[in-house]
């Protein structure tokens, strides 16, 4: 049973950081992908960050390039998003997932490529 769980989330000024984390478990974390989406109210679910397994590769959506950093520490089964310069547009909850490939060549960005999704952490950023 793949478990994902996130932490981190809160309430801070805009121009303020958030450190999110999210615990895997249930599935040999070092060979799959990690990705973080957020989905705002009443807004689909979007890409923000992914990691390759090796943690060789990252990709982030525009809207958070130069922002958020996605790490991750296979000895902990745990990946990680720095979210830096805080927007009010930022505000959603953040989830992470694990992706479906074991040991993909390619960063995955779709929703469709990630199989287990964690709970969720609600991150409210204030103007």
């Known amino acids: 049973q793949v478990q994902l769980v996130e932490s981190g989330g809160g309430l801070v000024q805009a121009g303020g950081s958030l450190r999110l984390s999210c615990v895997a478990s249930?599935?040999?974390?070092?060979?799959?992908?990690m990705g973080w989406f957020r989905q705002a109210p009443g807004k689909e679910r979007e890409f923000v960050a992914t990691?390759?397994?090796?943690?060789?590769?990252?990709d982030y959506a525009d809207s958070v390039k130069g922002r958020f950093t996605i790490s991750r520490d296979n000895a902990k089964n745990t990946v990680y998003l720095q979210m830096n310069s805080l927007k009010p547009e930022d505000t959603a909850v953040y989830y992470c997932?694990?992706?479906?490939?074991?040991?993909?060549?390619?960063?995955?960005?779709?929703?469709?490529?990630?199989?287990?999704w964690g709970q969720g952490t609600q991150v409210t950023v204030s103007s």
């Open positions: 997932a694990t992706g479906r490939l074991y040991r993909p060549a390619l960063p995955a960005l779709a929703r469709a490529a990630y199989d287990y």
């Open positions: 249930g599935r040999t974390f070092n060979n799959y992908n």
């Open positions: 990691i390759s397994w090796n943690g060789g590769s990252r």
